[in-house]
């Protein structure tokens, strides 16, 4: 939406007349698909008859759950900035009253129930599959998604005492006390 809205993708800016930083990032993108893909890649890859399982189900749960959070969080804050009453303002009500970002939280449970659900016809070494809900996880959390908001808001809201309760209370991801 955010590319629809603006013409262009904001984040790419400062390497768009870079033809080698722009490749490398286009090349990161690329491993970034891949290894998130990979549980997906060697389920369709399978040619294995395995009966749905718990783990199936549970997995999907988890998916589903992910997804709507995610498609929740990002209808929220949607709302949220076409509001004029907001501007300038920080969402910090619905899922957002929970986590911080709870967008990110549920494109990591997206993923990681789509592994779920895919290790049931893994076998032996594809179990490391489980690598792309973790890269996911830490990229998000470590590179590309938490650590440039959380920097763009303390910049914009660190001095409101409203904001700094905000980040008090709320947890950074995982809505649960200390993760």
Do not use: C
């Not at 893909?37 to 759950?65: F, H, K």
């Not at 490391?128 to 808001?153: C, D, N, T, Y």
Request: net charge positive.
């Amino acid at each position: 939406m955010r590319v629809l809205k603006d013409g262009q993708d904001r984040r790419f800016n400062h390497v768009r007349d870079k033809p080698g930083t722009f490749f490398i990032y286009w090349s990161v993108q690329a491993v970034w698909v891949f290894v998130t893909l990979l549980p997906t890649l060697l389920l369709n890859s399978a040619r294995r008859e395995v009966p749905l399982g718990v783990r199936d189900y549970v997995g999907w749960s988890i998916w589903a759950l992910g997804f709507v959070t995610q498609a929740v969080a990002d209808q929220q804050k949607w709302f949220f900035k076409r509001d004029p009453h907001n501007a300038g303002k920080f969402i910090q009500h619905g899922l957002w009253a929970y986590s911080r970002h709870p967008n990110y939280l549920g494109e990591i449970l997206q993923w990681s129930g789509l592994w779920l659900s895919a290790s049931t016809v893994l076998r032996g070494a594809e179990h490391l599959s489980v690598v792309s809900p973790l890269f996911v996880w830490f990229l998000l959390r470590h590179v590309s998604g938490v650590p440039i908001l959380e920097k763009q808001a303390l910049r914009r809201w660190g001095a409101d005492p409203a904001f700094q309760n905000y980040v008090k209370n709320t947890p950074l991801l995982w809505p649960l006390p200390g993760l």
